[in-house]
């Protein structure tokens, strides 16, 4: 069984940064893509980041130059540097990651951290 768990969200002032985390554990054969979404009331769920198991990353227009994705492989987690946050940046964020269970190889499996909050206040 894989389990992810999601840590770091909070209040910061704008202009303020967090750090998120999100690390995986349980039986894992490896993992590919890693990725932060987030969802603010009343609107959908939106990609702010992502990485490659190669370590390619892409980010959505709306944090490009202000967060940062990066990945532990080794500890099995992913990274969101937030940084010069604003208050549209508040919202739910949630992590995911492209992971094929188990001792060997077989079909990936997409897996959801259970969400943290990021409220940024003007």
């Known amino acids: 069984q894989v389990r992810l768990v999601a840590s770091g969200g909070g209040l910061v002032q704008a202009g303020g940064s967090l750090r998120l985390a999100c690390a995986a554990s349980?039986?894992?054969?490896?993992?590919?893509?890693m990725g932060w979404y987030r969802q603010a009331p009343g609107k959908q769920r939106e990609l702010v980041a992502a990485?490659?198991?190669?370590?390619?990353?892409n980010y959505a227009d709306s944090v490009k130059g202000r967060f940062g994705i990066s990945r532990d492989s080794a500890k099995n987690t992913v990274y969101l540097q937030m940084n010069s946050l604003k208050p549209e940046d508040t919202a739910v964020y949630y992590c995911?990651?492209?992971?094929?269970?188990?001792?060997?190889?077989?079909?990936?499996?997409?897996?959801w951290g259970q969400g943290t909050q990021v409220t940024v206040s003007s």
């Open positions: 995911n990651l492209d992971i094929t269970p188990g001792a060997v190889p077989g079909p990936q499996v997409r897996y």
């Open positions: 349980g039986s894992i054969f490896s993992i590919n893509a």
């Open positions: 990485i490659s198991s190669a370590g390619s990353t």
